[in-house]
């Protein structure tokens, strides 16, 4: 029992992360009704680049790592913005799709040509704490990655609902057209919306190579498969459903990965999201129309 | 000079001439009437003006300047303002909500800063909106959805909202579609009230009770032409006008 209750919570902790992801499709589909595939692997690109810092400064702390990544993210975000969305036509579904597709290949590829295709270490902070409850324990630097997911989540549920931005950003998901005649620039949301998904990507790369201690270019695909999952799970375009998607698959996993072992744990993650799509395919919080 | 005139506009659609060669001129004031039966190119003119769309060939001018590749964000700046057949709200947003994104125009916006008019919160836009929602009988459910108002309401809200853009020019989108015969009333009322404040409109409607008690002028458009123009009384009595509407199948 001991033993479940365990993995549990180190899978919830460590499912945050997968929030993130799950929130950065999620988001980009709420807002303009199209699939980012490059989103996990610009997310782990930007965690690469936050250690760039250490080649500049030899010994600078790990959260200065972690800001960079946060920023490069956020740059990354509006490359793919521009490469993928910017100047393709926007009303051909599959041209997007595919760009993204080709931003997912190149961006794994630069990581892979750079690092020679080894993983690298990764900063991270508080991985020599640990909070005991008699057995049972709670991982410091786990700790701090829910903490700094929970964070952006928080940040950015108040960009959300509590800004202009925000505001022009949901009055863009729900009725383009009329977002267009109430003189929102469309194209500037949706470049905002890019950056901001990257920032979150960036520091979510981050979190995920501080909780493992490495990053290898062998995250990508199962990272975007795991987003994916989570979107899905959650209902397409809907954060909070997101958010608790995160945890739940994360906290699911390792479960099974503490009972049926690493190898057949994402079998039964795919297991999961069949039991969705046939039980409650609009996903846990399915957004209501009002698109038409 | 007119405030709105349309030259030689044309729009098609492949093989279809939804509009051909429309002339129009709505003067600065007025509560100009679009008739026509179904699929004439009245709601085709109306996405021309508000950019929905480009033209085939013609010239649309505004306040003497062609609104010719201007892009549809940028019309509203010029004092361009809609509502829609099919209402297009903001569903998920609650209704004052709704008019603040209006409000949030590019000249609202012109005054702040990069963060003031990304970041900047809501304080001091609900007492801005407030007379609006009054005007449009709302004010007691500013809190509420908009996807959760009666049919009626979304209808208030959504010509709310153009108001909220402090438009010269509102096209109204036959915004008395699926109403009864009160509500009508009430919208004829606030169609004479915001002409009565300097608003020109431009009205497609099937509704005869109201666009014959508010126009002061009508142009009746048949297969994208337009077949007669002239006051209320006059469009009434007009030959070409009846065989177009009872000619081949009642409309």
Not at chain 2, 189 to 202: D, N, P, Y
Not at chain 2, 211 to 237: H, R, S, W, Y
Request: aromatic residues 8%; hydrophobic residues 50%; charged residues 15%.
């Amino acid at each position: 029992m001991l033993d479940f209750f365990q993995s549990l919570s180190d899978g919830v902790l460590f499912g945050s992360t997968y929030a993130l992801i799950g929130i950065g499709f999620t988001l980009v589909f709420g807002v303009m009704h199209k699939l980012n595939l490059s989103y996990a692997a610009a997310s782990v690109g930007g965690a690469y680049c936050g250690l760039l810092v250490l080649q500049v400064f030899a010994g600078a702390p790990p959260v200065v790592v972690f800001f960079c990544a946060f920023l490069a993210g956020g740059l990354l975000g509006w490359l793919v913005y521009l490469t993928c969305f910017h100047f393709i036509p926007i009303s051909n579904p599959l041209a997007t799709l595919m760009a993204t597709v080709g931003m997912l290949l190149l961006i794994d590829e630069i990581i892979v040509h750079l690092t020679a295709g080894m993983p690298v270490g990764y900063p991270a902070m508080f991985d020599d704490v640990m909070l005991r409850m008699g057995e049972f324990t709670v991982r410091g630097d786990l700790l701090m990655v829910f903490a700094v997911s929970m964070l952006c989540m928080g940040g950015l549920l108040a960009l959300l609902y509590k800004t202009r931005l925000g505001l022009a950003t949901r009055a863009v998901s729900q009725q383009t057209v009329a977002a267009l005649l109430c003189g929102i620039r469309v194209g500037q949301v949706n470049a905002m919306t890019f950056v901001i998904t990257g920032l979150l990507g960036g520091i979510a790369g981050a979190m995920i190579g501080a909780s493992v201690g490495t990053l290898s270019p062998l995250l990508t695909t199962p990272l975007t498969t795991k987003g994916l999952i989570v979107t899905v799970i959650g209902g397409l375009g809907s954060v909070p459903g997101a958010i608790i998607a995160g945890l739940l698959v994360g906290g699911f996993e390792n479960v099974l990965q503490q009972y049926r072992g690493v190898t057949e744990r994402d079998l039964y993650v795919m297991l999961l999201l069949f039991v969705f799509l046939v039980f409650r395919p609009g996903g846990l919080f399915a957004p209501k129309g009002g698109r038409d | 000079m007119a405030l709105l005139e349309l030259k030689a506009v044309s729009r098609h659609f492949g093989g279809v001439r939804a509009v051909d060669g429309l002339d129009l001129s709505v003067e600065q004031g007025q509560v100009f009437g679009l008739l026509g039966p179904n699929g004439s190119g009245k709601r085709t003119t109306v996405n021309l003006v508000s950019g929905l769309f480009p033209l085939s060939s013609g010239s649309v001018t505004f306040q003497g300047n062609s609104l010719d590749g201007l892009a549809t964000h940028l019309r509203l700046q010029t004092g361009i303002a809609r509502t829609f057949q099919n209402i297009r709200l903001f569903g998920q947003l609650s209704v004052w909500q709704n008019l603040w994104v209006a409000q949030n125009s590019p000249q609202d916006r012109a005054r702040h800063g990069f963060f003031a008019r990304w970041l900047g919160g809501q304080s001091g836009a609900r007492e801005e909106i407030l007379p609006l929602l009054e005007f449009s009988g709302l004010a007691h459910k500013q809190d509420e959805l908009a996807s959760n108002l009666s049919f009626g309401e979304q209808r208030r809200l959504e010509l709310a909202r153009a108001m909220a853009t402090r438009p010269k020019l509102l096209l109204l989108d036959e915004p008395a579609a699926g109403m009864n015969s009160e509500e009508v009333g009430q919208l004829r009322e606030r169609i004479l009230s915001l002409r009565g404040s300097g608003v020109t409109i431009l009205l497609v409607e099937h509704v005869m009770e109201l666009v014959m008690g508010v126009t002061d002028c009508i142009a009746v458009l048949n297969f994208g032409q337009k077949i007669a123009e002239g006051t209320p009384a006059e469009i009434q009595a007009n030959p070409a006008v009846r065989k177009a509407y009872l000619g081949g199948e009642t409309a």
